[in-house]
T-cell receptor
């Protein structure tokens, strides 16, 4: 069982470039989300989805787009990268929501924007 | 506005002793709390959780204590092992908002042999 798979592991972008961070899970989880981790700030929620076709904003959504066309995939798009988006990005999924459905995280994508 | 705070960036303990990691929160609506462990170059992994209707939850060497009046929770690891060396994140959620977690900054635990 692969769990939550994120690609790429590392990426360097120039300011203004666009890219998509890929996230796929093979656990048939309904709930998926994206977090970013910055030094001294813990993980912050960017966007989340409670099922295919449904997405919503988290705490820090600006500069990011998401879509959820299938249960398995939840890509995160940066339309015009900025140095402030340099971070480590984690995708997570869970069977449901709440205390009996803890999040399972991928191993992250380290993004540098120059 | 940091709603979940871990005031100790690092903690060092000897193997076999108790590790106590602390977490404070400000949002009284939080009713579901979790601890995650993170090794370098890996994603966080779920460790233990507690609902606000309880004040203690145990799972093997790991125990989480919740003090609602003080808005404080702690993770006890007994006995500590070198393999426990990792960054520990405290997280909180409002049960009705599902899996939208608010994380603390993390505490780097080092267990010395």
């Amino acid at each position: 069982n692969a769990g939550v798979t994120q690609t790429p592991k590392f990426q360097v972008l120039k300011t203004g470039q666009s890219m998509t961070l890929q996230c796929a899970q093979d656990m048939n989880h309904e709930y998926m989300s994206w977090y970013r981790q910055d030094p001294g700030m813990g993980l912050r929620l960017i966007h989340y989805s409670v099922g295919a076709g449904i997405t919503d904003q988290g705490e820090v959504p600006n500069g990011y787009n998401v879509s959820r066309s299938t249960t398995e995939d939840f890509p995160l798009r940066l339309l015009s990268a900025a140095p402030s988006q340099t971070s480590v990005y984690f995708c997570a999924s869970s069977r449901g929501q709440g205390i009996n459905s803890p999040l399972h995280f991928g191993n992250g994508t380290r993004l540098t924007v120059t | 506005d940091q709603q979940v705070k871990q005031n100790s960036p690092s903690l060092s303990v000897q193997e076999g002793r108790i590790s106590i990691l602390n977490c404070d929160y400000t949002n009284s609506m939080f009713d579901y709390f979790l601890w995650y462990k993170k090794y370098p170059a890996e994603g966080p992994t779920f460790l233990i959780s507690i609902s606000s209707i309880k004040d203690k939850n145990e799972d093997g060497r790991f125990t989480v204590f919740l003090n609602k009046s003080a808005k404080h929770l702690s993770l006890h690891i007994v006995p500590s092992q070198p393999g426990d060396s990792a960054v520990y994140f405290c997280a909180a959620s409002v049960e009705t908002s599902g899996s939208r977690l608010t994380f603390g900054e993390g505490t780097q635990l080092t267990v010395n042999p």
